[in-house]
T-cell receptor, first 109, second 113 residues
């Protein structure tokens, strides 16, 4: 089985930077996905990390440390529209993704 | 629209009725996944299918629930004799192969009266 741990809720200010952490314990790890889900909407793909290190994509960056079973999603220049749940999902072999419960981010003015 | 299409968006059923949820994957995708999401909860994997085959149904209740992905047509998630606890959002996702990422449909919100 997999064990995925993310903070349940976070609050940050518009224009600031926020880091959402995810730790996981799994065997047969391939890579790690981050998805964004606005309330009442479908999850949308944000990033996929296979190698250790930071991958930057606009205002969003994702980091992976395979040896530590740790990833984070970094959101810069926060906007109100970034208020959403952020889901961490380790990929194990060709098995279906198992999602963490997600971190609900609230961006306040 | 080349995305994952789910219908209906909203479905209301009375206890004991049957619910049928449909999912057409993205063009070129042959792998379909169904997830259930309760309010304020995370996505729970239910079943993984390829054309005409169930690959993994470890997350699907053994009774009342079934899924298929026929050679022609959409994937169907079928819930028989629905109960109040079946009320949830049901999301379908598709991918090109066992490789990811999965692309999600907008979901079907099932309400049981």
């Amino acid at each position: 089985g997999q064990n995925i741990d993310q903070p349940t809720e976070m609050t940050a200010t518009e224009g600031a930077i926020v880091q959402i952490n995810c730790t996981y314990q799994t065997s047969g790890f391939n890579g790690l996905f981050w998805y964004q889900q606005h309330a009442g909407e479908a999850p949308t793909f944000l990033s996929y990390n296979v190698l250790d290190g930071l991958e930057e994509k606009g205002r969003f960056s994702s980091f992976l440390s395979r040896s530590k079973g740790y990833s984070y999603l970094l959101l810069k220049e926060l906007q109100m529209k970034d208020s959403a749940s952020y889901l961490c999902a380790p990929e194990v072999g060709n098995t279906p993704l198992v999602f963490g419960k997600g971190t609900r981010l609230s961006v306040i003015a | 629209n080349a995305g994952v299409m789910q219908n209906p968006r909203h479905l209301v059923r009375r206890r004991g009725q049957e619910a049928r949820l449909r999912c057409s994957p993205m063009k070129g995708h042959s792998h379909v996944y169904w997830y259930r999401q309760l309010p304020e909860e995370g996505l729970k994997f239910m079943v993984y299918l390829q054309k005409e085959n169930i690959i993994d149904e470890s997350g699907m209740p053994k009774e009342r629930f079934s899924a298929e992905f026929p050679k022609e047509g959409p994937s169907i998630l079928r819930i028989q004799q629905v109960v109040r606890g079946d009320s949830a959002a049901y999301f379908c996702a598709s991918s090109a192969a066992g490789t990811q990422p999965q692309h999600f449909g907008d979901g079907t919100r099932l309400s049981i009266l």
